[in-house]
């Protein structure tokens, strides 16, 4: 024997009813015999409470409600049954809508609707569609009866909640399957959901989950093989899809998980109603209507293997927190039980429950709606031991969610808490309060309101591994370095996914002209045209504010400008737990205090600045330095030469050629700053130290560097970059002699940058063929690291230290890193 049942959308339409027969049909193909159990039409049993508070109000136009509910079945009969066989259904269908009617002139008549009464209303849902739906699967052939449940489960006279009484109910329905399968009975009975009748017959409903409970009693009873819940959706998932979206099916579940998931939100099915067929060991399968291919979810007493330790997360996305405390709570047996008791003889309905050890305080989640009457309640019964100060006063919290993260992998399996906390922490999601039971399989946690969908998503990311971990990049500046970038990160988003497990999401982008962001991820094949066509005015203020308003789960803040204004924000989105990756120098070599400021902040908040392409473009030196210095070793010289540019020009230059052409191809190879008066009036190269001896533990001022200028006073002082180049044409001769008088003397001119005794220098020098700058060729870069540990031999970096492929990857480099950081 097995036990279909279908919920309200199942049945909520032509279209879905054609697809119910034909689900009920091929379970007859097989020749069983089934029990199939039917709710309401979608929708009408919310129109029956209506229709019956408007009649006890004395409103008329309920009527005009009925009648759409009466249009409503007729409907599926015209629709599905042969005409000649409709008036019959008709005057049945009437016959059952009379009966309200007469229902319901009572109820206006004497303004009154008491729970029985409206018992006996809500009834005619699952009357009327069972009704229907019986003559539609009759009318195809199939041997099919209609069952009023009120015959077989019988009930105390608790309406509105009633309790069943199962020895009587057990042995009605057994009696009646019996006849059905001897044959005086048809194979397929179709039974009224939610209702059942008290001993003196008078019309009960089941409450909550209420057409899931018939099954559920019908199975156990009949002792089914299984029974298929047919809802809307693929069985139950990981997480709420609708808050999830990389949410999945839960292919197996045991009872025990689907009761946690279920009370905290997942509303898929309602565990409880089921629970007569828990205790027998009855499998339920949660199966879709619209989508019969699929397998849905098992839910038995046991589960299959699990690829992940934890089965799902859900939420219950408004409660409020009552906080009960004082010292006089301390070692005072019976305090807890005072509360509780309260609490029960109000009938107020606890969520979740944590005291810690030091028994100074209980914390309990309620629904908020309650919240203000909790208080009421409880500063009444304390009120003595509010007033000699054994418990302070009973605090509030409101604008709380709470996420339970459940599976029965997490029983004795060690590193899950550590796991949720560490990946709520890293994403800024304060933890308010935490329960555990000890039965292991599930861990809550009451978080902000506001970061729900970041914690969930961010769990989700973390517990179902397999998925990739999402990383969700804003970036400033769709230049070259930019632009670079992000053709990197489309070029190796499919690499990323399936050897790192990480899919890298650009949400939102930005330039001086428009901006964009879509939360959903702007796709890298087609990004300059959606920037320039669905993109609007940009403005900084409004793009940090819209961050951190959508507050995405591992968040990257990419600044590839050589702007001055945006690194003012740095601060705020670091403390907004949003990570800052850049190649522009300008926030760390300000004032030290700002670039402490943003250490500081970064290592407080758990996320990462991170700005190797400062110095050497994607050259591992910050990463280098950095690692000398944790490791413990001590600086004593730096000498280097860290311009690109400068490399290259005089490493190009002959005299005879123009030397703004040189520094025109250095622009154009992109070597140079966007304005390349950075690069040549040593500006950039003094950046770079400063943040290098910052970096090796020296707290230098930007004044502390010593620059000796190689340029004349006119190109300093050109006002705009195409007069720069001017000056630097009408300077030719200046720098032909520069290096003409190296040349002389057998050396090259190198733009040297050094830092020894707390000083830093920088300037032109010409170096002879026994110095190791001497051979550097193009842009090449290098550092000559002298340690306390590398004191005979220096260490030295060389390479490549400028051009947009080799600075787009190593910011490349930084935010990938951040990726495995959160993992
Ligand atoms: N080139 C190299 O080898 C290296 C460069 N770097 C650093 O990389 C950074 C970027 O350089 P590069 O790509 O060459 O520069 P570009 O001039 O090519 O691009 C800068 C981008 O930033 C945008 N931008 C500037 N100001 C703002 C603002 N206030 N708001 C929004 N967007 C803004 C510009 O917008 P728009 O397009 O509208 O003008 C442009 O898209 C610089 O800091 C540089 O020092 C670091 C290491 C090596
Ligand atoms: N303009 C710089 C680029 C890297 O910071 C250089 O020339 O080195
Ligand atoms: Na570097």
Redesign the pocket.
Known sequence: MQVLKFGGTSVGSVESIKQVIQIIDSHRQNGDHIAVVFSAMGGVTNQLIEIGRMATSGETDYMELVRRIEDRHFNVVKALIPVKEQSKIFANVRGIINELEDLLRGVSLIRELTLRTHDLITSFGERLSTTVITECVKSRGIPAQYCDARQLIKTDAQFGHAEVNYTLTNQLIQDHFAKSSDRSGAPVQMITGFIGSTEKNETTTLGRGGSDYTASIIGAALNAEVIDIWTDVNGMMTADPRKVPNAFNIPTITYAEAMELSHFGAKVIYPPSLQPAFARNIPIRVLNTFNTEHKGTVVSRTADRRQYTITGISSIDDIALVNVQGSGMIGVAGVSAKLFGILAAHKISVILISQASSEHSICFAIDPRGAENVKAVLDAEFAVEIEHGHIDNITIERDLSVIATVGEGMKKSSGIAGKLFSVLGKNGVNVVAVAQGSSEINISVVINKNNLSKALNSLHNIFFQSEARVLNLYL???????RTLLKQIFDQSEFLRSEKLLKVCVVGM????KMLLDPQGVSLDDWRERLLTEGVT?S?PAFVERIKDYNLPNSVFID????K??VQFYDSLLDANISVVT???VANSGPYSEYRRLQRTALNRGVKFLYE??VG?GLPIINTVQGLMTSGDRFLKIEAILS?TLSFIFNTFRPGTSFADVVREAKEK?????DPRDDLSGQDVARKILILAREAGFPLEPEDVTITNLLPQSCLDAPTIPAFFEELERNNEYFENLLRDAEIRGEKLRFVASFENNKATIGLRPVGLDHPFYQLTGADNIVSFTTERYKDRPLVIKGPG???EV?ASGVFADVVSIGSYLA
């Open positions: 400033v500046g769709t230049g070259l370095i930019g930005t330039n001086t002209k940009t900084l590839c400008t050589s702007d204004d945006i190649p522009n120098k392409t400062n473009a690109g992109g070597y140079t700053e966007p400028a051009g947009a600075t």
